[in-house]
């Protein structure tokens, strides 16, 4: 499975609570698993790249986080940066950061690290 598709299974797993994550025989880089919403298995869809996908993870996420999405430059490197905060600020307050070539990426991998996992 491609580092992105990888991604995406995560987030599937993580996020949308989809169980039973497997890559679908013979076909590369197509992970599936239960997705309990619809109540069958089906392929995972392409957060990290698609922009509907990403946009269904951004309004997951905007139940208990607030979001904000903006470009970077650096000298080295150019992109996006997603910071996921929690609403209930406080002496608990809490920031989550992704970085990645796209918006959608950077919306995963704070997601992500959101939910409390490395990436």
């Known amino acids: 499975m491609g580092d992105l598709r990888e991604l995406d299974a995560k987030v599937a797993e993580r996020v949308f609570g989809w169980t039973s994550l497997r890559e679908k025989a013979g076909i590369l880089n197509n992970p599936v698993g239960f997705n309990p919403r619809a109540g069958i298995e089906q392929a995972i869809p392409h957060y990290s790249t698609d922009p509907a996908a990403a946009t269904e993870l951004l309004e997951q996420m905007r139940a ?56």
């Open 64 to 119: 208990e986080w607030d979001i904000e999405l903006r470009t970077y430059v650096s000298v080295d490197d150019h992109g996006w940066e997603c910071e996921i905060i929690k609403l209930d600020r406080g002496p608990d307050d809490f920031a989550a950061y992704g970085h990645g070539a796209t918006w959608m990426e950077a919306a995963c991998r704070a997601a992500l690290e959101a939910m409390g996992d490395e990436v």
